[in-house]
């Protein structure tokens, strides 16, 4: 007579996060689900072409990192639940700088965020100076973070959906009811430098801004102006990025924050200077902050990271 | 479909308290010996003296107790003669009436007011066994940690009058033997127990140390919460001894080696207060300066032991994780293509690595946050539960 399989209990020690620790402070403090994440597993790893006992046997020896109090830093992938068994394609989410001018990004691979008019070019007293037309020419992915309603601001794309030809876009959108339709997302900016805007310039309100000034949006399909079901069925890898059935189209512009005009304290603490072309051709000075803005969809979790850069002339 | 799953406050959670306890050895050789007196720290007004574990000078060094010596306004050994007369009587003061309280009524402002500390802990029965000269070791909370654990407290002097070298031999263990089943809740601070002394190592060719040896002699007071040991001076002065100051009041047997029957007690401070010169208890409660008083006690320290204890408040989070769920993974690298790494076909099993868990609150905001040792594989044909321990 053997022992019992005891494998499925298993305790293991959590640590607060500085979030928890804050809400703890403000007596906020109350856990109402869990989420699970394999940051560092990597499924090219699995071998398919072995036996079983051996497919994941790479996988399984794979180090865990300790836990971080960081918020932001842990459960980047998540783990996902779906009713069915028998997906062997899911969606994903992916950036679309092809879609149009308005959506390409700079040729730094970036979006270049304006912090003020005078680098926008928008308040007409230093013409020449500004940097989406270097040389007199529009350049790609500028967002006029000081007025995004401006037509010539480039906006950030991202389309969600089945980026394999084997579920060609002609089937029409991933099901709903099997959880592949990814029609709301959350975004997360840090709250010092920008804020989300839809393509109009219409301002979304946060969900939350953390103790790290990490602010979380919840942009819901017929709530927030900048999702779209996408009806394109073309196999028009012009325009599109996904390649298979799709989804939902989210796009945004940043506002950049009123203080990254007004003050030069973040781009010294967290930036550096750098040299432009500006519209007359010349060598402008341009003070920069790189950040990156995470995208993930609420339903499949699944996330992207896109860099952005806020600069301002000076 | 989705990411998360709820925890139900009724059925998913549930607290519990757990003491823990360490084991805290101090040998003598690290509070006199191994730093010299390096980690030795006395203060200007004199009050008391810091011993730490490493040389205090070292941000390396961590404090571990404090060693004072007071004595009572009542006390014979209390005149305006002797050396820091009224330190010692603040010191014995301010211990007393923060361990002991005060007497119902009583007026703070004469001193009298103040409960001597009692030998057996009644302290308002019995008046002739109040212990009016005190050495005090207030222990670090670092070591303490929430409480000392009843019945685990010793501390073994060495009686030889020459503490120097290998001689810390003929030594008396006090411990709260008992104490873990009978303890004395009349304190302010707390619960405290009593100490006996016991010898522990005979000198060769001597009879026993200690006039009563048979573990049933009272030699202070622990206060396990506060961390503070009270240690009588009796303990270092023989049974018989002579002089107006000390009949009678002594632990010691007089006609061991520790001191011939004419004397008041040992050679307290030989070698460690006074140079080379005797100098018994009684002496030194009116002569030396509390720091001396500090360090004769000090070097005769072979060691101390306890336990401390930690109360843990842990509230458990029941992750229950049924078959059909989490099965699938958003990580960037379990799809190429948007096709399923893990699978060759859509009737292969989906497949996916636990690594951490995440408790999140009704914002998204996550808010604790736990890793597996290794990765945990999830399938349809497994079911967990992982429990989800936060302490506090």
Known sequence: MGFQDNSGDIIFDVILTDEGRKQLAEGSFKVSQFKLADDEINYALFDNTTGSAYQDLQILQTPVFEAFSNNTSNMSSLLVSYTSNTHLYLPVIKLNNISSELTKMHALATFMVCCTQETEGTDNSTAGKYLPYPNAVRADGFIYGVTPTHTNSSMIRVDSGIDNAAEPPTLGPPSQTDGLFEGDYYVEIDNRLGTICDPNGNDAAPLDVDDDNIALYLLEDGVFGGISVNQNTDIDTQSEVIRGRRATSLSFKIRAQSALGQSDFYFTKFGGTTTMTNYANGSQNVRYIDSLIKVTGVTTGYTIDIPVRYVKVY | ?392
């Open chain 2, 1 to 392: 479909m989705t990411t998360f799953k709820e925890i139900n406050e009724g059925t998913d959670v549930v607290n519990t308290k757990t003491l823990l306890h360490e084991a805290i050895p101090l040998t003598g050789t690290i509070v006199s010996g191994t730093y010299g007196d390096n980690n030795i720290k006395n203060y200007s007004h004199g009050m008391f003296q810091s011993v730490f574990d490493y040389p205090y000078l070292s941000s390396s060094a961590n404090h571990i107790f404090d060693i004072t010596f007071g004595y009572s306004p009542n006390s014979p050994y209390s005149a305006s003669t002797s050396v820091q007369n009224s330190k010692k009587i603040n010191v014995y003061n301010q211990m007393a009436q923060v361990l002991n309280g005060f007497d119902i009524g009583g007026s703070v402002s004469a001193g009298q007011s103040i409960k001597e500390f009692d030998a057996d802990g009644d302290l308002l029965g019995t008046t002739g066994d109040k212990m009016r000269e005190c050495y005090f070791l207030a222990f670090s909370r670092l070591l303490v940690k929430d409480e000392i654990k009843k019945g685990t407290f010793s501390i073994e002097f060495a009686m030889h009058p020459n503490v120097t070298g290998a001689h810390k031999h003929g030594r008396v263990k006090i411990t709260d033997a008992g104490a873990a089943s009978a303890y004395k809740i009349n304190s302010p601070v707390g619960e405290y127990g009593i100490l006996y002394a016991d010898t522990s190592n005979q000198y060769a060719g001597t009879t026993d140390l200690l006039h009563t040896d048979d573990g049933t002699q009272k030699a202070g007071l622990i206060y396990y919460q506060a961390g503070v040991c009270v240690l009588t001076a009796s303990l270092f002065m023989t049974a018989s001894a002579v002089g107006s100051q000390a009949t009678g009041r002594g632990l010691l047997e007089s006609g061991s080696f520790l001191g011939v029957a004419s004397r008041r007690g040992f050679a307290m401070g030989r070698q460690v207060d006074v140079g080379n010169r005797y100098h018994d208890m009684p002496r030194m409660m009116t002569g030396s300066h509390i720091s001396a008083s500090a360090n004769a006690l000090r070097n005769r320290v072979y060691n101390i032991q306890f336990n401390n204890t930690v109360e843990l408040n842990s509230q458990i989070y029941f992750c229950r994780i049924a078959h059909n769920e989490f099965n699938y993974s958003s990580n960037p690298t379990y799809l190429t293509g948007s096709k399923i790494r893990v699978k060759n076909d859509s009737t292969d099993t989906p497949v996916a690595y636990i690594t951490s868990v995440g408790l999140y609150d009704s914002n998204d905001m996550l808010l604790a946050v736990g890793k597996l040792s290794e990765p945990l594989r999830k399938d349809p044909t497994i079911e967990y539960t992982l429990r989800a321990r936060l302490d506090y």
